[in-house]
């Protein structure tokens, strides 16, 4: 059972709107979140991360909020650029004794920015 | 190096052959993750090392999988008489602490089943 879901394949926004991916998780033992950009042909890149004592986090273009009682994340970025058009994936780890801390990752949103 | 540097790029084998895939992590971290993506669907853990020991193997395949990582030497994947199912891109990450760090990826291999 997918403990990280991204439901949405694909999300098209103009240039200069909002982007509003979304993620949610099952997993209530996960308290870092993570969200990752890959372009064709090569490695996911880290973007932005937040930790489950927190409830937003913003880098520049890009904030993430956490809505723990949902087990709720979304990314915006805004204002969208055509070079944001990627695959996003979502991404989680648990620090809890029992785990590794690997990353767990939905199965990404294809984010097309139209000039 | 700079970055965690992954070959070869693109890895053809045929139904039986072995596979081998080699991770370069970024000098000083101390963690090396294998991912598997099958058909760009969720990228799939296989196993983690601290240095050369294992660190978590709960992904790996019981069979025909297996990894290393040696000191003074690139981590390794390999695969045992391939099967078509095995075909997907292979991504190494790196990281420095293990845990609720942010990975760092290489650009992956792109293993091809015939």
């Known amino acids: 059972d997918q403990q990280v879901k991204q439901n949405s394949p694909s999300l098209s926004v103009q240039e200069g709107r909002i982007s509003i991916l979304n993620c949610d998780y099952t997993n209530s033992m996960f308290d870092y979140f993570l969200w990752y950009k890959k372009y064709p042909a090569e490695g996911p890149t880290f973007l932005i991360s937040?930790?489950?004592?927190?409830d937003k986090n913003e880098d520049g273009r890009f904030t993430v909020f956490l809505n723990k009682s949902a087990k709720h994340l979304s990314l915006h970025i805004v204002p969208s650029q055509p070079g944001d058009s990627a695959v996003y994936f979502c991404a989680a780890s648990a620090m809890d004794a029992g785990s590794q801390g690997n990353l767990i990752f939905g199965k990404g949103t294809k984010l097309s920015v139209k000039p | 190096g700079e970055e965690v540097a992954q070959t070869p790029k693109h890895l053809v084998r045929g139904e039986g052959q072995k596979a081998k895939l080699y991770c370069a992590p970024i000098?000083?971290?101390?963690?090396v993750f294998w991912y598997q993506q099958v058909l760009k669907n969720e990228f799939k853990f296989l196993i983690s090392f601290q240095n050369e020991n294992v660190f978590d193997e709960t992904g790996m395949p019981k069979e025909r999988f297996s990894a290393k990582c040696l000191p003074n030497s690139p981590c390794s994947l390999e695969i045992q008489a391939t099967k078509l199912e095995d075909s997907a891109v292979y991504f190494c990450?790196?990281?420095?602490?293990?845990?609720?760090?942010?990975?760092?990826f290489g650009s992956g291999t792109q293993l091809s089943v015939l």
């Open positions: 000098k000083g971290h101390s963690y």
């Open positions: 990450a790196s990281s420095q602490s293990g845990k609720n760090e942010k990975l760092f």
């Open positions: 937040i930790s489950s004592i927190k």
